[in-house]
């Protein structure tokens, strides 16, 4: 078995020679009749070198059985004295759990139990043993995406024992010089990224959520990680497996309610020095802010605050869109929250005044961040967000507990041209109509409302200077895909309404009507400069609303909207 280890050394020849002998008969009838420790770690050498690389050599002796009788390897009593037989063997089924065959193997004969249990036995002494837990921790990185090795985890009962060594393992310093404690530290580090990736997608398995979300020892346990400030490692790994246990409402309402996980996770985002806890705390709190339910206990309980200020951290695309996506969640329906958005201050506090311009707010914070970005998608989510900001303070019931200066407060704060633009920007975009019908119903509130200054909705609407807006096609190193002049905003809505594709629903021409409408009521205002509505009945609009009309097959919804903005001319 020597000679054949030997031979097929960097050598998939003689691997290939070895297999179209049958040797690997041989060498799998050695090693799972002989009680002999040398011979088992002869046999356990030669499958790691006939084996490496080389995939038919490895599915034959998966087929043969090699896993199964090299797992009861890994039961041996004596670590001490079978170490590097431990060794090869966990090697030997790390390399053939890369393919699937050996995968489902390792799974079916219990081989995630059985690594575990080693794992346990041998990190109490971590120092004596890296080489063999870094051997099986490998077993466990090739498995980790398997649903069937994640689904073994939780019914084997063994995501609490691979807790305990991520929280417990660790190496000593005495008796090492500098370069020994920084090899053995970096080795243990890599292992344990190893089990907190396996760790993580147990929880990210559809089967796994409700029963660990119900394992009221494992929710304790990754919710006291959070508290652990000198531990940000344990605080990612919790965060990520809450995220992903907090996948339906009714999970994300207990958290909030029952666990209070809100005081914890604000915790981790104030206090992380490490980005991946301040991206993994803000994703569960992404996730939490989605059902109605805990929007207020998180408004109240500092969530905007805590986490506004992470948007200006532009080297974290990831983070920066969880912190949209909180924003946009909670002030979705909730004045509370708006207030906290628009103003920086709490709901009943002085409003009756709009924040001072050099005061740094959660909503002045976002929309330098819409202004700067180059990615599509957390421009388009951000603009979304000041949508919802809109319809919330012009809309919600919310409003009404509130006084009428402190509703003109905020509405004037979200009246102004840094805000306006990006939404106009988004309606101008045709690729989403989606996108197009939120800019217009944001739109159309903002240009019927005064503002301090020139009304930014009708200087864009007259606008003939646009800028293009991000592909959504391209990454953000890329330039844009569409080089097409891109549309004026009046040139966008009447797009709509005209329908030139046949794609835009009656509700969205409708909107675009409704816009146009209040637009055009809004120039005639006392006090409005009387260049916008001279620039707009001398503009097209009349001739294009004309011909719309004219359309034989138009519902009586789209026309009359169509007329009312005619009438106007």
Not at 80 to 99: G, Q
Request: glycine content about 4%; overall charge negative; some cysteine.
């Amino acid at each position: 078995m020597r000679a054949f280890a030997n031979i097929c050394v960097d050598h998939d020849v003689n691997r290939m020679k070895l297999l179209e002998a049958n040797a690997f008969e041989t060498i799998i009838t050695i090693l799972a009749k002989s009680t002999h420790a040398d011979s088992i770690k002869t046999a356990s050498g030669a499958l790691l070198n006939t084996t490496m690389a080389c995939e038919p050599a490895q599915n034959k002796v998966i087929e043969l059985g090699a896993i199964e009788h090299l797992l009861k390897v890994l039961h041996a009593t004596d670590i001490d004295e079978n170490e590097i037989s431990l060794t090869i063997a966990s090697r030997v089924i790390a390399n053939l759990s890369d393919i699937d065959a050996g995968a489902q193997s390792t799974v079916k004969n219990g081989g995630t139990k059985t690594v575990v249990q080693l794992l346990q036995r041998i990190s109490v002494n971590a120092d004596s043993y890296l080489d063999l837990m870094d051997a099986a921790a490998d077993i466990l990185r090739a498995v980790a995406s398997r649903e069937s090795a994640q689904i073994a985890i939780q019914n084997e009962g063994t995501l609490g024992p691979l807790l305990d060594i991520l929280q417990d393992a660790e190496t000593l310093d005495e008796g090492k010089t500098e370069e020994e404690k920084k090899e053995d530290d970096k080795k243990l580090g890599e292992i344990k990224a190893a089990l907190v990736e396996l760790v993580v997608s147990v929880t990210l398995a559809d089967a796994n959520m409700v029963p660990i979300f119900n394992n009221k020892e494992i929710m304790e346990r990754f919710l006291s990680w959070l508290n652990l400030a000198d531990r940000e490692d344990l605080q990612t790994t919790a965060a990520l497996c809450l995220g992903n246990v907090a996948r339906s409402d009714q999970h994300c309402v207990k958290l909030v309610h029952e666990y209070q996980a809100v005081e914890p996770l604000i915790h981790v985002v104030r206090k992380a020095t490490d980005l991946k806890a301040s991206h993994a705390a803000t994703g569960v709190l992404r996730n939490l802010a989605l059902p109605e339910r805990n929007r207020e206990v998180m408004g109240n309980s500092g969530v905007i605050q805590a986490c506004f200020p992470l948007l200006k951290k532009d080297n974290a695309l990831p983070l920066q869109s969880n912190i949209v996506g909180i924003l946009k969640r909670l002030c979705t329906n909730d004045g509370h929250n708006a207030i906290r958005v628009i103003s920086g201050r709490e709901p009943f506090e002085t409003l009756s005044s709009t924040p001072d311009a050099d005061v740094e707010t959660p909503l002045s914070t976002l929309v330098e961040l819409i202004d700067r970005t180059d990615d599509f998608a957390l421009k388009s989510e951000g603009t979304r967000t000041l949508c919802n900001l809109v319809k919330v303070t012009w809309g919600s019931e919310w409003m009404r507990e509130f006084d009428a200066a402190s509703i003109t407060a905020l509405q004037q704060t979200l009246n102004r041209a840094d805000v306006v633009l990006p939404i106009a920007a988004m309606t101008r975009n045709p690729k989403f109509v989606v996108l197009q019908n939120e800019g217009l119903i944001a739109l159309t509130l903002l240009v019927t409302s005064p503002s301090q200054d020139n009304n930014a909705v009708l200087d864009s609407l007259v606008s003939v200077t646009v800028t293009a807006q991000p592909d959504p096609e391209t990454t953000i190193s890329e330039q844009p895909l569409d080089t097409t002049q891109p549309l004026t905003l009046l040139e966008s809505v009447l797009g709509l309404i005209k329908n030139a594709d046949g794609k835009t629903p009656d509700e969205v021409r409708t909107n675009a009507c409704v816009f146009l409408r209040n637009a055009l009521d809004s120039a005639v205002r006392s006090g409005e400069d009387p260049s916008y509505i001279t620039y707009l009945r001398a503009s097209s609009i009349k001739d294009t609303l004309q011909e719309v009309t004219a359309q034989g097959e138009l519902r009586p919804l789209v026309r009359n909207a169509v007329q009312e903005v005619i009438n106007r001319l």
